[in-house]
């Protein structure tokens, strides 16, 4: 055989394996890097959070229960100023973001609300460009502050970490965002009512449920600009937090049983929504490790993901690292020469950056992504060691390039491998009974929907 001729049968063969291949599971991958994104990305000021932060302070209290009149200080010159705020924003938007204040009546309780009080959330709404797109991803902080006494609306209650750092993240989201173009809806939100029992959240998620909105994400920030604890001595801006519950909070008993039987316990979708944030955000923003918390929140707390679980959504929260208790929930004074309470001086500007571009590069990859994949199954007709799936493509929103398949050892905590395919189906040299997999739409850019886990299908 000549060499000539060998060259051919190789090149003959080689062509062959990559058409099989293509077929399978090594299509050509779309990009995993939006240069847009990115950009957006680096827009995130620290200055203007700065600016933000200092200026929700400078209403000395947004106690839920301080003045709703006085146009200086208090909760209502608060909200009016973030609906200026995004008023603002709003006019590079072309009229695609719309600004309300939604007002509700919380009941007097005789605890944290001692009579009848009106709440407002603060929403701006920035309209998805794709009409065929019904997803909606909200991003959320609390306006309110206490003080040690979380009945004293009087004190200064300067809230610069809980939670002016959260809503200086919605707000510079929706400053940059604003004038760009997202298939899905993007909601901005600063609550109110959370310190007295996550009232504005509550309100919020039973009117997306009431209303039908197909809510894909919430992505809640609270406490996220310290990176220095002076109890433990350690400072870290490198690491930030984000807690999921690993089950629906609204799981049905025979979605129970099946989770049982397959080990998926940690793979609710608020968990997934997790991982997402942790490899989107870890893409596009330097020297941040997301540190996946696998509880619903901190040891025994809540907040404004919380209301939006218990409605069966996908919602996580993003905390600090290292939390500061001597600056969180503390009335503004001295003891022994000691500084107490939540005052901008303690927080680390830089580090509410990157925190800010965690949530914005999770937020545009999902906005930009397809709907997620529908109906997927991993068959169980036939005992192998082979994984099949199969899946319908989405019935809304923009065509998929094709999908990722996720893979991960059954004890690793994030996805480790994953497989490009343009079909609605593969089968995969791996076997079902030694790995998790899941399935994720994408387009040519990369952008990724929400992996969804495969049920057992039988056929
Ligand atoms: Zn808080």
């Known amino acids: 055989m000549t060499y000539k001729t060998k060259f051919t049968r190789l090149l003959a063969l080689c062509m062959l394996a990559g058409l099989y291949l293509s077929q399978t ?71 695609r973001m719309t600004v309300d ?52 609306a009087k004190s200064k209650a300067p809230g610069a970490n809980d939670d002016a750092s959260g809503v200086a993240i919605v707000m510079e989201m929706a400053r940059v965002m604003a004038s760009r173009q997202f298939p899905a809806t993007l909601v901005f939100v600063a609550f109110q009512g959370e310190e007295q029992g996550l009232y504005g959240s509550r309100h919020m998620a ?30 870290d801006n490198t690491r930030v937090r984000v807690f999921s519950e690993a089950t629906p909070s609204n ?9 049982r039987t397959l080990g998926s316990e940690n793979d609710g979708p608020s968990r997934n929504l997790a991982r997402y944030m942790k490899m989107t955000g870890e893409t596009y923003v330097d020297q941040i490790e997301v540190v996946l918390g696998y509880r619903p929140d901190r040891f025994l707390r809540g907040g404004d993901h919380t209301p939006f679980n218990q409605q069966g959504y996908a919602a996580v929260r ?26 901008t001086e303690f927080m680390d500007f830089e580090y509410l950056r990157k925190n800010t571009a965690v949530n914005l590069a999770t937020m545009a990859n999902l906005g930009r992504a397809p709907h997620a994949p529908e109906k997927v199954g991993v068959l169980t007709a036939n005992l192998t060691n082979k994984t099949d799936l199969k899946w319908d493509a989405p019935a809304k929103g923009k065509k998929p ?12 905590q994030t996805w480790d491998k994953k497989f490009f395919v343009k079909d609605t189906k593969v ?16 387009d040519e850019l990369g952008h990724t929907s929400l992996p969804v886990l495969p049920v057992p299908v039988r056929q």
């Open 25 to 95: 599971v090594a299509a050509q991958a779309p990009a995993t890097h939006d240069e847009e994104i990115q950009k957006m990305v680096n827009e995130v000021s620290a200055d203007n959070l700065r600016t933000l932060v200092e200026k929700m302070v400078s209403f000395e209290t947004r106690h839920s229960l301080s003045s709703t009149t006085d146009k200086k200080r208090g909760i209502g010159a608060a909200r009016e100023w973030v609906k200026s705020e995004f008023e603002k924003y709003a006019k590079a938007s072309n009229g």
């Open 101 to 152: 204040m939604d007002r509700y009546t919380v009941k007097g309780d005789g605890r944290r609300i001692p009579q009848d009080v009106e709440m407002a959330n603060v929403v701006a709404t920035l309209k998805g460009t794709d009409p065929k797109d019904d997803r909606v991803i909200i991003v959320a902080g609390h306006l309110d502050s206490r003080a040690t006494d979380v009945m004293d």
């Open 206 to 235: 039973e009117r997306v449920k009431k209303e039908g909105w197909n809510l894909v994400a919430v992505l809640n920030n609270d406490i996220v600009g310290n990176s220095y604890s002076a109890e433990m001595g350690i400072h």
């Open 251 to 259: 799981e049905t008993e025979e979605q129970a049983r099946l989770r």
């Open 318 to 343: 993003m905390s600090e690292m290292n939390e500061d208790f001597d600056h969180q929930h503390q009335d503004v004074r001295k003891e022994n020469g000691k500084q107490y309470g939540d005052l």
């Open 401 to 412: 390039a094709g999908y990722y398949i996720l893979m991960r050892e059954t004890s690793s």
């Open 427 to 442: 089968t995969l040299p791996y076997s079902k009974d030694n790995y998790f997999f899941a399935v994720q739409a994408a």
